[in-house]
């Protein structure tokens, strides 16, 4: 039996991401899991938006949620986890107006950044912070804008196709999503994101934004070879419901839309919640078209809401990736 722990990478943004990251977590009393983020850099919402549009470099926003999901549970590294995630509320008349809406995560990372020169070493100095039990890294050293076409935009053609730009637009564009782009079309991969996937046991994609955090990443031309070449095997954790990025689209299709933007790809199963799935055929099909098989399992938060439950979503990882040992 092989006692090393087993080598998984984990590629998204937002709290998708998160999910997955403290789902991973969460099987550390079943499996040894040593756990490597690669987060998408297409932000320009928010706070993150703010800073990339004002400061430059890369959106910290989703780097920080991964950070805090690996954070350890110790008061000090919680209590730090905690500041990650404080919000300055809108000042009043005190002088610090311009504070408001940033959370001082992404504050510090910016700051850490602009010190260290490079985004991985301020990742893995933050990460010492809070302890975290994994690593953080990006999908490439320099921020990406998204573009994609989607039909349904005007009301007085709805067959046409228009380009919206921008990761905020795309994700509340509505509509179909037909392509998808990465500008630059090319963006160097992060040399160190590439190396954890050559290296890894397992690569697990989703949940999350489909179209703005998933499958950016198979747009990353060097970090999609490596994908297709690693000898991992792959897991797909499907979302729970539709958003407005992917109107329309069954979880068959979100399945497709992978294929579609990486032929070559390649997945060993796919994981669905069993209440989010009312005919298990069409995700089944979907499934094997990409050689995988379909798990069905309670991964749902219990409340009705849409939102992955990290302990629920590891438990049905484990025997996933407990497979092959």
Same mark, same amino acid.
């Given at each position: 039996?092989?006692?090393?722990?087993?080598?998984?990478?984990?590629?998204?943004?937002?709290?998708?991401?998160?999910?997955?990251?403290?789902?991973?977590?969460?099987?550390?009393?079943?499996?040894?899991?040593?756990?490597?983020?690669?987060?998408?850099?297409?932000?320009?919402?928010?706070?993150?938006?703010?800073?990339?549009?004002?400061?430059?470099?890369?959106?910290?926003?989703?780097?920080?949620?991964?950070?805090?999901?690996?954070?350890?549970?110790?008061?000090?590294?919680?209590?730090?986890?905690?500041?990650?995630?404080?919000?300055?509320?809108?000042?009043?008349?005190?002088?610090?107006?311009?504070?408001?809406?940033?959370?001082?995560?992404?504050?510090?990372?910016?700051?850490?950044?602009?010190?260290?020169?490079?985004?991985?070493?301020?990742?893995?100095?933050?990460?010492?912070?809070?302890?975290?039990?994994?690593?953080?890294?990006?999908?490439?050293?320099?921020?990406?804008?998204?573009?994609?076409?989607?039909?349904?935009?005007?009301?007085?053609?709805?067959?046409?196709?228009?380009?919206?730009?921008?990761?905020?637009?795309?994700?509340?564009?509505?509509?179909?999503?037909?392509?998808? *782009?990465? $500008?630059? !079309?090319?963006? =160097?991969?992060? &040399?160190? %994101?590439?190396? /954890? @996937?050559? +290296?890894? #046991?397992?690569?697990?994609?989703?949940?999350?934004?489909?179209?703005?955090?998933?499958?950016?990443?198979?747009?990353?031309?060097?970090?999609?070879?490596?994908?297709?070449?690693?000898?991992?095997?792959?897991?797909?954790?499907?979302?729970?419901?539709?958003?407005?990025?992917?109107?329309?689209?069954?979880?068959?299709?979100?399945?497709?839309?992978?294929?579609?933007?990486?032929?070559?790809?390649?997945?060993?199963?796919?994981?669905?919640?069993?209440?989010?799935?009312?005919?298990?055929?069409?995700?089944? *099909?979907? $499934?094997? !078209?990409?050689? =995988?098989?379909? &798990?069905? %399992?309670?991964? /749902? @938060?219990? +409340?009705? #809401?849409?939102?992955?439950?990290?302990?629920?979503?590891?438990?049905?990882?484990?025997?996933?990736?407990?497979?092959?040992?």
């Amino acid at each position: 039996m092989n006692s090393a722990p087993l080598k998984v990478v984990a590629f998204g943004g937002g709290h998708g991401l998160s999910a997955s990251l403290r789902a991973l977590r969460s099987c550390s009393d079943k499996i040894e899991v040593d756990i490597t983020a690669v987060v998408t850099v297409g932000d320009d919402g928010g706070s993150s938006g703010r800073l990339r549009a004002e400061r430059g470099g890369l959106p910290p926003g989703d780097l920080r949620k991964a950070l805090v999901a690996l954070a350890a549970t110790d008061e000090a590294s919680a209590r730090t986890a905690e500041l990650f995630e404080y919000r300055y509320a809108a000042g009043g008349g005190d002088g610090v107006v311009g504070l408001a809406g940033h959370a001082a995560g992404n504050l510090m990372l910016v700051g850490l950044m602009e010190m260290l020169g490079d985004p991985v070493a301020a990742l893995d100095h933050a990460a010492t912070l809070v302890r975290a039990c994994g690593r953080v890294l990006p999908m490439s050293r320099q921020p990406v804008g998204i573009e994609a076409d989607v039909v349904g935009q005007d009301p007085a053609d709805p067959a046409a196709a228009t380009t919206v730009r921008g990761q905020h637009e795309v994700a509340v564009a509505g509509g179909r999503v037909t392509a998808l *782009r990465l $500008a630059p !079309s090319t963006p =160097a991969a992060c &040399a160190e %994101a590439v190396a /954890a @996937v050559r +290296d890894a #046991d397992w690569l697990i994609f989703g949940p999350g934004s489909w179209y703005t955090s998933v499958i950016p990443h198979l747009l990353v031309p060097e970090l999609a070879a490596a994908v297709v070449a690693s000898p991992a095997r792959r897991v797909v954790t499907l979302n729970l419901a539709t958003d407005a990025e992917t109107a329309g689209l069954s979880l068959a299709g979100h399945l497709a839309a992978l294929g579609r933007h990486l032929p070559d790809l390649r997945v060993d199963a796919v994981l669905a919640d069993t209440q989010a799935v009312d005919d298990p055929e069409p995700v089944r *099909r979907a $499934a094997e !078209s990409l050689g =995988a098989r379909l &798990a069905l %399992a309670p991964v /749902a @938060v219990a +409340d009705g #809401d849409p939102r992955h439950d990290p302990a629920a979503l590891g438990a049905a990882l484990v025997p996933l990736l407990g497979s092959d040992r």
